[in-house]
């Protein structure tokens, strides 16, 4: 199976396709060339979005630049990262955790040879390219983001290997192919013309408990509440973020809703902090209905990162968030870049 829409790239190829060739990113022609046999299916936009989603947040914290594409693809840009074997080994552990298969790793100079070299490896191993252009020499000229017609083009002037098409000169493919040609020249020639683009987090999220039975005991409220908190942590946690305006929605067996909101001075980022804030509201509320749903939504978020240094002014950071500024700190740069103060 392979799932795709005409005229674009292949989204996903089931394991059968992938011995004959098919590579997830490659030309839906291209692939019904390879594997005519194979039923070909339209992608779920919504399933698409949503997995991205997932995964984007999974790897967001492990190095400065993530981008995941929806053919399956994610990048891990790991310049400047102290130890970038262990963001690779956390990288594949929370891939497995999060679609529930093993990945394909590839680790090289750029991110085009690094998907090149990850689409070669097994399911959970790594490959690792050294020389980009050694490495890619004996690949077909099929490789390269180039529509059919292109590729077509490549052929009929000889150039079946991304050797063949690193050996012509830029200017030579580009009065070919036009601006293309030379980027193809490039790609090939292990240059890595091509940026990242930086996945960002959404500003919002929020968190959602409906009741079977309509409660009306404020504790029962107090221990849902802690939990979401708990969860909505977690996500800004991976993140990297911080909320900078918290609500809390409350809907009655009527129907009606009843809301409560804020915008706080720092950042909240911590279960402990959340439900600092939503427990002292719920506490205060006075039952006037049975409730059905409880809400507890972050309309606007901020990089935690820009709250650290307001931890040391006026008193304002708790022991429990000092320490864990300077434990993401460690986790990004290494033990020896900052050192926990020890009270005198």
């Known amino acids: 199976m392979i799932v795709g829409r005409w005229d674009e790239h292949v989204v996903a190829a089931s394991e059968e396709t992938l011995e004959l060739g098919v590579m997830t990113g490659m030309a839906m022609r291209q692939a ?16 698409t979005a949503r997995i991205r989603e997932l995964i984007s947040t999974a790897l967001y914290d492990l190095a400065p630049i993530v981008e995941v594409r929806d053919e399956g693809v994610a990048w891990l840009d790991l310049s400047g990262v102290v130890r970038p074997g262990e963001s690779i080994r956390e990288m594949r552990r929370r891939l497995l955790k999060a679609i529930g298969r093993e990945p394909r790793l590839g680790l090289a100079p750029g991110p085009f040879s690094a998907r090149l070299a990850a689409a070669r490896a097994r399911p959970g191993r790594l ?8 490495f890619l020499a004996p690949l077909r000229s099929r490789e390269l983001p180039l529509d059919a017609e292109q590729l077509e083009r490549l ?48 500003l919002f999220t929020s968190a959602h408990r409906q009741f079977g039975e309509p409660v009306e005991d404020r504790e029962a409220l107090l221990f849902v509440s802690r939990a ?14 911080g909320a900078k305006q918290v609500r809390v929605r409350l809907v009655f067996e009527s ?36 409730i059905t749903e409880l809400w507890i ?42 050192w926990k103060p020890q009270p005198a």
């Open 32 to 47: 019904e060339h390879l594997c005519p046999q194979a039923t070909f299916v339209l992608p779920d936009e919504e399933a």
């Open 127 to 134: 490959m690792q390219v050294q020389d980009s252009r050694a």
């Open 155 to 202: 052929d009929l002037l000889g150039l079946r290997t991304l050797g063949s098409v690193a050996a012509i000169g830029p200017r030579e493919l580009e009065s070919q192919l036009g601006r293309d040609g030379r980027h193809a020249v490039l790609l090939a020639r292990g240059l890595e013309p091509d940026q990242l683009e930086a996945w960002r987090p959404p």
């Open 228 to 241: 979401l908190c708990g969860d909505l942590a977690d996500e800004l946690g991976l993140r990297g973020a």
């Open 255 to 290: 129907g009606v809703s009843e809301n409560r909101e804020s915008v706080v001075r720092h950042p909240l980022s911590s279960t402990a902090e959340l439900f600092g804030l939503i427990g002292g509201w719920i506490k205060q509320w006075q039952a006037c209905a049975p």
């Open 297 to 338: 939504e972050l309309p606007v978020l901020e990089g935690a990162g820009r709250r650290q240094l307001r931890l040391w002014a006026g008193g304002d950071g708790s022991s429990e968030e000092v320490t864990a500024a300077l434990e993401r700190l460690q986790e990004r740069f290494g033990d020896d870049v900052v």
